[in-house]
């Protein structure tokens, strides 16, 4: 952990793992994850999802899109964020640097001062600053889409994404080791073993270490993860579980580069304007995740569970100044005034919860009950410093006060002191909930939702710059409701309703705390299975609209009141086949129109915001495209696919119009097994070279895309 540079000879040394086939491709609606035990028998067959309870995922009314480890295995994806780029109506937006996911789910994306919320395991794995998502130990990713942020809690109303992790089991020992390499010196091992010490405790260990460049000049990172589990079953009908996740990922901080006079393309993707010398970010995360499994009858289950995480994230960086009486770019078109800044971000995040879900029956109807409580204690350290340039004058002579770059003939070396303490605050977010959930067979055909949460809300921040102590508390109960009728044994529709909110943090010019953001999403859809879910399909119409969206306050210079109010609406269609002739196809696409739909002012910089101005990064259309064909070559199985992936124009500056130009960029991917448990793939991604641009927060903070990158990784199992 202290000596970064061992990693590449562990690597070379080919400690690593291969992600474990465990489906076929991405599925809209898989079966239910536990298989059905006779009715005289107690027996715990897998671990269960809080907040989910016995319902399959298929007789959900809301449209899911579920992503597996085979399918992460075969397009070599490493990262949530590659993961959800299959994912219909999930958008990319400002990733800190590089340092964080950060995706909006319909349109909209939330607190952008933190990752985006998921879910890991039903715990919040967005919380804090944990850098971005390995996939190393992902089983499989749910998209759950449209109006469940009742059950789950405080978030958005677009949809939540619930990571489900690779955990110990007592069936079997097995293993796998992976390494690969790719372009820009990148490489990655990784390991997966299982080990069933009896049919009552088995431990599990997986991880990955990988170290590489990038395509952007300077940028480099070394990162090493670990989850190892246990899983203890005293009885039948009790299990206990336990997950470990460490993190220690060092990664140079990168904003990413500049459109001269809103053009995007007069400076290479490839161009740093960061500062060398201010080394590398360093993310480390430690956590713990423990859950009891416990099947009180036939048809109940009890489950209760902990979770603590800590997280850190430290370093130096240099940021583009955003103020344009500070700027230099926008008069002389080639120097960038830059803000130097040192981050020191701490957080810890504690949860406990409890659940009861099970079946009741009353006549001829069944009622799928859950019911729930969670406490969570979400501490924010938070410190940072920074130097900034002074005011610049047109004409007037450039100085290495003004920490400027040349954006086509950038110099490095000047590092100013940061000496201005702009946050140093101490924040404590306690919460507690409480939740319920009935979902009624009415017939075979007809299934009824309904339900809701109550949430308690306490927000309590120190500012140490000011002594001033804040301190808040919100409640809010928000209700759910749906419906799921089956047409025919193939053909399903539903529809679903649902309300939520999320706290605002701070204060206004009077010192009240905001309103919380509320939320009401409406969402239809026709749900397709085939027997034996060889073809199965989905297309679903949503709208949501929220509002208390933290804005500028037009009287009060410097200060925020809760009065912004913005809409998503659209339509998405996701595709799963497995075809005839060992033929696999994954399509999906969203149409998404989310806009601002009442006047106000940028929360950062103050702009007009004006009904039907639309919201950062979003694309009103985006594809995706996958096509895999099997076949054996001297006996052996061996595969050949490709895909497509199209993103549309996308506004890139609040209230500006300032836009990111739509791309469409190919990838192929292959694989062949010589001998038995040993698998070699190899994938090439942005095949036609293609230059586009991911995400921007400004015109001077633009992500661009990697260009054609290339991957080879052998992978051995037992």
């Known amino acids: 952990m202290k000596k970064m540079s061992a990693v590449k000879g562990a690597l070379i040394a080919g400690v690593a793992m291969g992600v474990m086939p465990m489906t076929a491709w991405a599925q809209t609606a898989p079966a239910a994850e536990e298989e059905a035990a006779p009715a005289d028998e107690m027996v715990v067959i897998g671990q269960r999802q809080q907040y989910r309870g016995d319902v399959p995922l298929s007789a959900i009314p809301q449209t899911v899109q579920v992503l597996d480890a085979k399918t992460l295995q075969d397009l070599n994806i490493t990262r949530l964020e590659g993961a959800l780029e299959l994912a219909s109506g999930i958008s990319k937006q400002n990733n800190f640097g590089g340092l964080w996911d950060a995706f909006a789910v319909r349109g909209f994306a939330g607190d952008e001062n933190f990752p985006s919320g998921f879910l890991v395991n039903g715990f919040n794995g967005g919380r804090g600053y944990g850098g971005p998502r390995d996939a190393s130990n992902i089983e499989k990713i749910e998209v759950l889409k449209g109006p469940n942020g009742a059950v789950f809690g405080r978030g958005e109303p677009g949809g939540t994404v619930n990571i489900i992790t690779k955990k110990a089991r007592t069936d079997d020992t097995f293993g796998s080791f992976a390494a690969s390499g790719g372009s820009w010196n990148t490489y990655r091992g990784e390991a997966d073993v299982n080990l069933a010490i009896n049919d009552k405790l088995a431990i599990r260990v997986n991880g990955a270490a990988e170290d590489g460049n990038s395509f952007r000049d300077v940028v480099n990172h070394t990162k090493f993860v670990a989850s190892p589990s246990i899983l203890y079953k005293p009885t039948d009908s009790t299990s206990l579980s336990y997950e470990m996740e460490f993190v220690d990922n060092r990664v140079t901080f990168d904003r990413g580069i500049v459109a001269i006079n809103g053009k995007l393309g007069a400076v290479p993707i490839s161009r740093f304007l960061g500062e060398p010398g201010d ?74 919860r409890g659940e009861i879900s099970g079946k009741l029956y009353t006549g001829p109807l069944t009622h799928h009950i859950l019911v729930g409580a969670d406490y969570d204690r979400f501490h924010i350290d938070l410190l940072q410093i920074r130097y900034r340039p002074p005011s610049y004058t047109a004409g007037s002579a450039i100085t290495p006060a003004n920490n400027a770059i040349n954006v086509f003939n ?13 946050i140093n605050s101490d924040e404590v977010q306690k919460g507690w909930g409480i939740y319920f959930q009935d979902q009624v067979d009415v017939t075979d055909q007809l299934k009824v939702r309904f339900g809701g949460r109550f949430d308690h809300f306490n927000q309590n921040i120190l500012n140490r710059n000011t002594n001033g102590v804040t301190d808040a508390t919100k409640k809010r109960f928000n209700p759910t409701a749906g419906v799921l009728y089956k047409l025919t044994d193939t053909v ?55 509002n208390n969206i933290l804005t500028s306050d037009p009287v009060n210079a410097g200060f925020s009141i809760a009065g912004g109010e913005a809409k998503s609406k659209g339509i998405e269609a996701d595709i799963s086949a497995s075809l005839p002739g060992d033929i696999t196809v994954l399509a999906t696409y969203a149409y998404t129109d989310a806009y601002w739909s009442k006047a106000s002012l940028d929360f950062n910089f103050g702009l007009a915001l004006q009904p039907g101005d639309r919201l950062i990064n979003i694309p009103k259309h985006a594809a995706n495209l996958l096509v895999n064909k099997g076949f054996m070559i001297a006996g052996r199985r061996a595969s050949f696919g490709g895909g497509l992936n199209y993103v549309g124009k996308r506004l890139g500056e609040t209230a500006t119009t300032f836009e990111l130009p739509g791309y469409v960029i190919a990838r192929v991917m292959a694989s062949f097994e010589p001998v038995d448990n040993l698998r070699l793939t190899a994938d090439v991604t942005n095949l036609f070279d293609k230059t586009y641009y991911a995400s921007s927060y400004s015109q001077l903070w633009v992500a661009p895309g990697a260009p054609r990158a290339f991957t080879v990784k052998a992978a051995y199992s037992f």
């Open 279 to 352: 080394g590398r970010t360093n993310v480390k995360v430690l956590g713990h995740q423990l859950q009891l499994q416990q099947k009180i009858s036939k048809d109940w289950f009890f489950l209760a569970g902990f979770g603590y995480r800590d997280t850190s994230f430290k370093g130096f960086s240099q940021d583009p100044e955003l103020a344009l009486g500070r700027q230099i770019i926008d008069n002389d078109g080639q120097n960038l005034s830059r803000q130097r800044r040192f981050r020191d971000f701490n957080t810890t995040n504690t949860t406990v």
């Open 410 to 422: 950038p110099v490095y070396g000047n590092l100013r002191t940061p000496t201005q303490t702009n």
């Open 492 to 546: 399903s529709i539903y529809g679903g309703y649902g309300e939520g909110f999320r706290p605002n943090s701070g204060l206004d010019a009077a010192g009240n705390p905001f309103a919380p953001e509320l939320s009401k999403s409406f969402e239809a859809g026709l749900r397709f299975a085939a027997p034996g879910d060889a073809i199965s399909a989905s297309i679903a119409a949503f709208t949501m609209k929220k």
